[in-house]
């Protein structure tokens, strides 16, 4: 009974540390802020958050949420594997008077830290009138 015990116990011990070194999906972003400076009022500006997997199990975004309907995030649905990169694009309409803005799109996924918070800020300013 005792050598069944120590046995159960190193097999319990030796599948712990093999879990523990697998390294889940994570998120490695080019850049997690954009400022796009001035930018004329109801003229749509995109940016592109360019990112890469650098963990071991595949990486699979589920939602993307902007601050304001005036921000469209759009994102890479299939899921990466190690080393692949992807690109969510976010997509600014500023609508309102000219004023500076700071908006956030939350990102939702399978990695390490599943929740990501991307930012875009700038300012918007009349168009030039002829």
Do not use: W
Not at 41 to 49: A, E, G, I, R, S
Not at 77 to 103: C, R
Request: aromatic fraction near 10%.
């Amino acid at each position: 009974m005792k050598k069944i015990l120590v046995l159960f116990a190193f097999v319990l011990g030796l599948g712990i540390a093999v879990n523990a070194q697998t390294k889940p999906a994570e998120f490695k972003f080019e850049s997690e802020t954009h400022d796009f400076g001035k930018i004329v009022l109801n003229k749509p500006v995109t940016y592109d958050f360019k990112y890469t997997n650098i963990g071991e199990e595949p990486l699979i975004i589920t939602k993307a949420e902007a601050s304001c309907g005036c921000t469209v995030p759009k994102y890479t649905s299939t899921p990466l594997k190690k080393g692949e990169t992807g690109v969510i694009s976010v997509t600014f309409n500023a609508a309102a008077g000219p004023s500076t803005f700071s908006k956030a799109v939350t990102i939702t996924s399978n990695a390490k830290t599943p929740i990501k918070v991307l930012y875009i800020k700038g300012e918007t300013v009349a168009a030039a009138s002829k």
